[in-house]
Structures are given as structure tokens and as C-alpha cells.
């Protein structure tokens, strides 16, 4: 895969957190304390939507959603994981996974629209920040 020139959207990068890279998507948590709440960007130029991907790398952002849900779900034990690519107000291709708990500010309406985020403070985002890059290899 050639993603050379490939820049992450300004929205994006200002509002989240780089975790790790993976084969084909750098992952970043999103900063709101309110809920574990991951990104994954397919390092592919100009892909708006899933099936912009040419299919081996979009087998291969398949695989690395399930892996990101897993280590969401293993370590921080959420209720519910909701995934979703909507793209409504970033163009650049991105796949949201949340988890979700029944008693988190928004359940069980979904995240969007659901107040203003909470940032994390330094401590609690370094702590995050370690648990997730330990999770993720």
C-alpha cells in the first residue's frame, strides 16, 4: 500500500489522540472522557467511503476493527460497542468504535449530539493513552 502523502483531516488530528499504526490504519483516541471512544483512518489518499478501498486493504480494515473492538472490549469492558464510518462532518474515510455502558450520558440514544465532550486531563490521558498501546501491540 502507497500512502505516501497521505495526511490525517486537520479535524480530526484536533480532536484526537495518535494510539498506534497498524498495517493499514493509524488508530487515535478521541478526547472525551465520556466514553472509550477509537478511530481507525485506512492510510489510503482520498477514500470517502468504505468501498472507496480497494478490496484487500478493505478486508484488511475489517481485521483491524475487529482487533481494535476486541482489545476495547477485553480491557474496558464496555456494555455495547457501537462501529460506525459516517463521514458527515469529515470527508476522510474513518471508523468509529465506542464503547458504550448503560449508565454513560447518552444511553442509549447515540454519542453524537450528546453535549460537549469532556477532555481528558494529562494523567488520565497518559493513563489511557498506556493502556490501549499495551492492548494493541
Known sequence: MDASGFVIDSKLAETSYPLVSLSVCDVRLV????????ILIPRVNHAVELIDL??????QV???IDHV???LRDNLSPD???TAALGNQVRQLHIHVIGRY???PAWPMPVWGAGDAIPYDSDALASRLHTLRAALG
Do not use: A, G, M
Not at 31 to 38: A, F, G, I
Open 62 to 64: 475489517w481485521q483491524e
Open 54 to 59: 480497494p478490496p484487500d486493504i478493505r478486508v
Open 69 to 71: 473492538s476486541r482489545v
Open 102 to 104: 448503560t449508565d454513560d
Open 80 to 82: 455495547k460497542l457501537n
Open 31 to 38: 478526547d472525551d472522557t465520556r466514553w472509550p471512544w477509537l
